[in-house]
């Protein structure tokens, strides 16, 4: 009898493991970055196609245009796209990185100060809001996911000094937000999804993010044109396994990250 009682409880702890399954659905962040001519003409269609909303940190926008009279296509994209619920994050005005990520010196970050640096993440800021009249804080995403200058780590400056709400940093395949309770807001990671990635690859990473109950945050450029280039039907089909497994995973813009994060594991923590 004793036997029989504790090959039951065996029984009962390894099936336990077995359907052990997270619980509710994992949350997927689509991120893009640099403001590319992709996202507009491909990107933010497929999205619409199936009902997502992605996030776009954008730097400079053009805002004049080839034809005398009309306005610029992309002041036209963005604000049309944030008038969908897609959500436009700051990227800076210009994108500087360290020399040593091979940016020309003549305006690499090396050549700013972090007062200078401030002030153009907040311009950039005001700028965004004259594109699409949202006059909130803003999430940002660092310029080549790097957060020093001359040394200093000038992410807590962002947010102590109002600049921006949240920001998401880099990372690898292995960069998934799997413990709330510790997550840094200000470097929230992301994958850097490099060129050539596959579908199979895109679908591995949203499936560790499950395994682990965790987030899963994509940082994309070009698809399928410019720089770390992923296939625009790659993108498209990582779409629409996404809607094919709407009972597992949830896509969500990066401010509903940030608030997922805080939600599962800094409960308490004010809102900005
Ligand atoms: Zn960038």
Redesign the pocket.
Known sequence: MRIHKLNLVLLLLFSGCLLAQPAGKTLICLTY??GLPSHLNTVIPQLDSFGFKGTF?I?SIRGSSDNIGSISPELIGWNKASEKGHEIGN?TLF?ACPEAFGWQKSFALETYTIPRLLQEIKLAGELLALVDGKKSLRNFAY??NNFSLHDTDFSMLLQSGSFIKYARTGGNRDSIVSDPAHANLLKIPSWLVEEGTGLNELIAFARAARKVNGIGVYQFHGIGSEFFRVDAQVHRAFLRWLKEHASEYEVGTFEETAQEIIRKGQPGFPDR
């Open positions: 970055d640099d940190f730097n990227h994108h310029p080549c």
